[in-house]
């Protein structure tokens, strides 16, 4: 049987992939694995939160349903972002919590993802250990032995008063007009009322969640309301964040996007400016375009390389103490304040630094000149020989020494699928394009099924 968890977390269509009785079975098999022993030795506590997709509602009560009936007490924290799910599991001492969200998935997906104790992402094994203990016969407790649920009405205020703390007691973003987009998704009103307790001007754009329209042509992956509306408005900034608020991508007051390696490199300045940035090193993936790495090396900072995916970044934060890190998608996780990528966290600490140094968002995000990228998806190839055909590595080789120190070639076997990405950066789009296309066809010739 296919493995049930992917890259981060479990996740499908609504009612056809990921139904009532999957999510209720995966519900009873993490209380098992994730709060055999509650803290003190009481009985274990699980908090559940969601983002505002309409088949949340029926998921929600089918995880609850099946952490109580194992005898785990469930708080209900309702609709809020994912990084707030994690930033109160640890802040409340739980032993587990539950996230319902597919994050920048359209309406009809969803998700279940899971945090053990400390609101920390699950390990490899752990999602094993829970995918084992499906099905398993099991000693359901009864009368007061089954778990108890209650509504936590003050969790969104803590979490908001959480990031708001984030920035210092003397904090404030008087004078700036921010304009967010929350992909009418889980921060909706989280991000607006975090911005305006810290006094900026904020116009909310899609932050009116109906349950249908999450994600649905806004947020960070459609940034072109936000961007007019920057420009309309003459505001200072635009946030965009996707339906679990787990990252967010910029704009300037000029309708230009600012992408998550930029957003990195702002506040890794920052960071290292108020020695906070430990070790003087960030953390980012094999895509983060080779700009936002000639930046760093210029301004002194080391960069950990880590394969694409937040949890990676993450392991490699943990591993070595590293204080900030993040993905070019606008994942970007700071350690001394969150376990997960947190898009309204990271947004305002961008505002933060524009009112501190008076600096434009294009003045502070022009430390980092994109190459232009190109990336060719080759399907219907055998992936898993990519790194071991002798001709295709010779071509990639002499591609990269044909580019030299302003250019680079990434080949990137999917995951899932029989495909090759070949991703290209140099100094012109035309030279990026004329190289993926000649790669491609060389992975087409050698890697043909």
Known sequence: MARLFGTDGVRGRANVDLTAEVALDLAVSAAHVLGEVGVFGTRPVALVGRDPRASGEFLEAAVVAGLASAGVDVVRLGVLPTPAV?????HLNADLGVMLSASHNPMPDNGIKFFKRGGVKLDDDLEDAIE????????RPVGDAVGRVRTDEAAVDAYVTHLVGSLGPDASLAGLHVVVDSANG?????????????????????????GLNINDKCGSTHLGD?????????????VGLDGDADRCLAVDAAGEVVDGDQILAVLALAMREQRALHSDTVVATVMSNLGFLIAMRNAGIRVEVTKVGDRYVLEAMNANGFSLGGEQSGHVIMS???????????????AARMHRTGSTLADLASIVTRLPQVMVNVPNVNRARAGLDPELNAAVSAAGREL????RVLLRPSGTEPLVRVMVEAETPEKAAEVAERLAAVVRARLAL
């Open 86 to 90: 994690a930033w109160l599991v640890d």
């Open 132 to 139: 084992d203990h499906l099905g398993e016969p099991w000693q």
């Open 186 to 210: 889980a921060a909706s009103e989280t991000s607006v009322a975090a911005f305006r307790r810290l006094g900026a001007t904020v116009t909310a754009i899609h932050a009116s969640p109906n």
């Open 226 to 238: 936000l961007q007019r509306a920057v420009v309309d408005l003459g505001a200072d900034l635009g």
């Open 336 to 350: 001394e304040f969150a376990t997960t990528g947190d898009g309204v966290l990271t947004a305002l600490h961008l």
């Open 404 to 407: 030299g120190d302003r250019g």
